[in-house]
């Protein structure tokens, strides 16, 4: 059984920085994909990060430059690093897992919003 768990949300200035942590376990799959996405009550929810076995990185345009997701194996913890935080980056933020796909001879990962498994998620909010 996949049990993810966030934590590390909380409320931040215009330009500050937030570390979100994702504990995993049950994700025992050879080949897979973690990620985060965030939704906003309301709204679509919308893919952040994510990142394969081989370490490969996806980001959002919206968050590119500013935010890092980074894994560590031995922990078995996904980490969001968010950088220069902005009111729109408000939302809860959800850590998502799933088995990589394969097909045309290579693995690949869908976005975050698509994955099996996820978290209860963790709430960020960014004050002007």
């Known amino acids: 059984q996949v049990q993810l768990v966030e934590s590390g949300g909380g409320s931040v200035q215009s330009g500050g920085s937030l570390r979100l942590s994702c504990g995993t376990s049950g994700a025992t799959w050879s080949r897979k994909c973690m990620g985060w996405f965030r939704q906003v009550l309301g709204k679509e929810r919308e893919g952040v990060a994510f990142?394969?076995?081989?370490?490969?990185?996806s980001y959002a345009d919206s968050v590119k430059g500013r935010f890092t997701i980074s894994q560590d194996n031995a922990m078995n913890t996904l980490i969001l690093q968010m950088n220069r935080l902005m009111p729109e980056d408000t939302a809860t933020y959800y850590c998502a897992a799933d088995r990589a796909l394969y097909g045309s001879g290579y693995y690949y990962c869908l976005q975050p919003v698509e994955y099996r498994y996820r978290g209860q998620g963790t709430q960020v909010i960014v004050s002007s």
């Open positions: 990142i394969d076995s081989d370490g490969k990185t």
